[in-house]
């Protein structure tokens, strides 16, 4: 019994399933290839202000360089050594970030890049962003240092030494995903070097991994590194606080491995989340806003409590990795809007928005041919800084999707509405539906053909809201629409389907 007691107050303490962000902030934003530099000030001018809770941020460790094609985005996730040192930034810059962020409020994740090195075909030679010497074929990286010891190689068992068929849990572990040289987490010494590495970004202050290619490792082996770690910096953190962890697990269904055998770890992304809500709001497959009732774990997702979702990231926004081509991004900016809206009006799970950058999205027989373009960047493959317009948008091709109008103010009604339940939920039995977050806040979207109206209960006190969606509270008015709940807590609500923005949302900071 009390062993059973010990091992249950272990289990309890050990895994680290929340983000360690500042009370009252609650979602996440992927600054997919931003510099060091610009994400400090994003925190600073703008993440800050505006609630957001953290950044996850790109690899930033030091990777193999590809000229064919010209600096894809991709390269970043072929490390071949664990120096701070990327297109990003270098660790200095990293620092100034972690320390700047930090000091706002605004939490860094990082991008752990831990079941690989570069391709096998990756050559020999310096074209690295530090300039580290590196010999795939010979498997040899003296910057980190490993050596062919290092790898599975041996224990592989496919003709290729790729993973062939992903029906086979040992392939998928032990042989190298896309002939990326697949590390041999069982060795304590790679073990050791890689919780090294996580140390490294510890102490500096970042408060989580998300753990890239997850269910390429064992679970056992994540475990073996993630139990190394120290705990977060205590400049910033509590003593004994662990790092936040999600680890990249792919589970649509159908393939032997499941994100459920990573729950010990700690959270998993929810891919099903953003397919489903793509399929749901494009009205593909028959489906209706009104089942999104039960959304959640009634859609056979992964426990709230273990799931880190989004609409779009950057391997599915362009048609990589998987979830297909229900998945909604800025490309398809009104229906795009809606899912962010939904998704953080919904209490379900850790929240991530995604924050891109354009590319010349090319489609030739529905395949991107272009979906390997890297950031936006200059001759010389430095990447260009993020400038901002006098309308607060982003230049130089940078979507910032986290500016626009309505998903920041979403991810205020989140934080307004954080641990109040999912109530009156209305729907019209298609695709018109409303919920409320108790007394605090309420949404209602229209994706019918045809518009909406109707009296409904928010549950909010009675006064007049701003809504959040075509303006915002200024000044002690509405900059556009406002809503007036009654003394009862019913509302009239108007939505023409033509709008560019056909959802309303309303909350307690919103009130006049
Ligand atoms: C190609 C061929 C191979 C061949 C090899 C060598 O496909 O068969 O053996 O050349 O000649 C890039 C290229 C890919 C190339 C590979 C090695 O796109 O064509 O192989 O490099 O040179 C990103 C990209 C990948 C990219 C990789 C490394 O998405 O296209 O590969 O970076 O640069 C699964 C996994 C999941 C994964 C997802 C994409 O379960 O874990 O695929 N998602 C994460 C990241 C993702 C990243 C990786 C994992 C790898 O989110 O961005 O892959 O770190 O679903
Ligand atoms: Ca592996």
């Known amino acids: 019994m009390q062993v059973l007691l010990l091992l249950v107050a272990v289990g309890l303490c050990w895994g680290q399933y929340t983000p360690n962000t500042v009370p009252g902030r609650t979602s996440l934003v992927h600054l997919f290839e931003w510099r060091w530099a610009d994400i400090a000030l994003e925190c600073e001018r703008y993440l800050a202000p505006n609630g957001f809770g953290g950044v996850q941020v790109s690899p930033p460790n030091e990777n193999i360089v590809v000229t064919n094609p010209n600096r894809p985005w991709w ?4 490390p071949v050594s664990y120096r701070i040192c990327t297109r990003s930034g270098n660790e200095d810059e990293f620092r100034d970030m972690v320390t700047r962020c930090n000091n706002v409020g ?3 994740y990082v991008d752990a890049v831990v079941n690989h090195m570069c391709s096998a075909a990756g050559g020999t030679g310096t074209h690295s962003t530090c300039g580290s010497y590196f010999n795939a074929g010979n498997r040899d990286f003296p910057a980190v240092p490993y050596s062919g010891w290092d790898f599975n190689d041996g224990k592989c068992q496919t003709a290729s030494g790729d993973i062939e068929n992903y029906g ?6 032990d042989c190298r995903l896309v002939s990326l040289l697949d590390l041999a987490l069982e060795k304590d010494y790679v073990r050791s070097t890689v919780a090294a590495y996580m140390n490294h970004l510890i102490d500096i202050g970042v408060a989580g991994f998300r753990i890239d290619a997850a269910k390429h490792m064992w679970p056992g082996d994540i475990r073996a590194f993630l139990d190394k770690l120290n705990d977060l910096n205590t400049q910033w953190f509590s003593a004994g606080t662990k790092p936040f962890i999600y680890q990249e697990v792919i589970d649509l269904g159908g393939e032997p491995i499941t994100g459920s055998e990573y729950f010990g770890n700690g959270r998993v992304t929810e891919f099903k989340y953003g397919a489903k809500l793509g399929t749901v709001i494009r009205k593909w497959n028959g489906e209706k806003m009104a089942y999104l009732k039960n ?12 799931a880190l979702v989004f ?3 950057h391997d599915n926004q362009r048609g990589h990795g998987a979830g297909g081509s229900s998945i909604l991004t800025f490309w398809d900016a ?7 809206g939904f998704m953080l009006a919904h209490p379900y799970g850790v929240t991530r928005v995604m924050s891109s950058f354009r590319w010349p999205r090319y489609f030739v027989d529905g395949q991107d041919v272009n979906d390997w373009v890297g950031p936006p960047s200059n001759d010389d493959g430095s990447i260009k800084p993020v400038t901002i317009n006098e309308d607060t948008t982003c230049g130089n091709d940078w979507v910032c999707e986290h500016r626009w109008r309505q998903i920041r103010n979403m991810v205020i009604f989140r934080n307004v509405v954080d641990g109040e339940p999912f109530s ?6 298609s695709n018109q539906v409303a919920f409320g977050r108790g007394n605090k806040g309420f949404i209602i979207f229209n994706n019918d053909d045809w518009s909406l109206n109707v009296t409904l209960q928010t549950g909010l006190p009675a006064g007049t809201y701003c809504d959040v969606i075509s303006g915002q509270k200024e000044d ?3 900059t556009a629409a406002e809503v007036r709940v009654a003394a009862d807590g019913m509302a009239s609500f108007l939505i023409s389907n033509k709008d560019e923005d056909a959802f309303i949302a309303i909350h307690a900071d919103a009130k006049l």
């Open 424 to 429: 009156n939920w209305w729907d019209n039995g």
């Open 311 to 313: 609409v779009d990231n």
């Open 476 to 478: 002690g008015s509405c």
């Open 75 to 78: 390269e970043r996730y072929q």
């Open 295 to 306: 959304w959640g774990e009634g859609w056979g997702f992964v426990p709230s409590d273990r």
């Open 106 to 108: 605004v939490r860094i």
């Open 334 to 340: 009104r229906l795009y809007k809606m899912a962010v």
């Open 168 to 173: 086979d849990i040992y392939q998928v572990r």
